[in-house]
T-cell receptor, first 113, second 109 residues
Framework: GAGVSQTPSNKVTEKGKYVELRCDPI?????LYWYRQSLGQGPEFLIY????????DSGLPNDRFFAVRPEGSVSTLKIQRTERGDSAVYLC???????????FGPGTRLTVL | GEDVEQSLFLSVREGDSSVINCTYT??????LYWYKQEPGAGLQLLTY?????DMKQDQRLTVLLNKKDKHLSLRIADTQTGDSAIYFC?????????FGKGTTLSVSS
């Protein structure tokens, strides 16, 4: 079946702009995760959804970052007033339920100029 | 705190075995994972081991777990040039995965 998909694959924006990154999880997976991977680092956790609700948002770096999953499937990560330090690859993963194996999408490479 | 440590680079010749090592900190992790990342791509799940196991073998891959020392290793037998990638170890103390910085495996022919 189809894996996790993410759009766009690349996003270039200017400092101060607003961006939205989209994740489409594997069908039937109730758990969805966002991670951020900076150059030369491993992925770092941002937020976890179980169904429609954000069960753990402890990894969001500040209030410029927000994520939604209104219907319990597709999720959107929203970044306001982007800064150059937000440049990274944003990875989405899904699993059948929490604590099950996570399957990752290809990521969105965000570049803030 | 939580920290997963890996050596950063490993270089091997085609046909040799590769061993990638990892130390983790949280003994409550139920599963420990190995993911592979090729250039410009997302993370591909390679294998995982349940915390009450010592060893798991899956074709060319062997995972060894030493819970006492919190040490995890991934052995790739008969390494091929297509195995060149970054390999990430991850622990799972909660719902989120905690990753190491990754080991870059370079395979020369």
């Amino acid at each position: 079946g189809a894996g996790v998909s993410q759009t766009p694959s690349n996003k270039v924006t200017e400092k101060g702009k607003y961006v939205e990154l989209r994740c489409d999880p594997i069908s039937g997976h109730t758990a969805l995760y966002w991670y951020r991977q900076s150059l030369g680092q491993g992925p770092e956790f941002l937020i976890y959804f179980q169904g429609t609700g954000a069960a753990d948002d402890s990894g969001l770096p500040n209030d410029r970052f927000f994520a939604v999953r209104p219907e319990g499937s597709v999720s959107t990560l929203k970044i306001q007033r982007t800064e150059r330090g937000d440049s990274a690859v944003y990875l989405c993963a899904s699993s059948t339920s929490s604590k099950d194996t996570q399957y990752f999408g290809p990521g969105t490479r965000l570049t803030v100029l | 705190g939580e920290d997963v440590e890996q050596s950063l680079f490993l270089s091997v010749r085609e046909g040799d075995s590769s061993v990638i090592n990892c130390t983790y900190t949280d003994s409550s992790s139920t599963y420990l994972y190995w993911y592979k990342q090729e250039p410009g791509a997302g993370l591909q799940l390679l294998t995982y081991i349940f915390s009450n196991m010592d060893m798991k073998q899956d074709q060319r891959l062997t995972v060894l777990l030493n819970k006492k020392d919190k040490h995890l290793s991934l052995r790739i037998a008969d390494t091929q040039t297509g195995d060149s990638a970054i390999y990430f170890c991850a622990e799972s103390p909660g719902t989120a995965l905690i990753f190491g910085k990754g080991t870059t495996l370079s395979v020369s022919s």
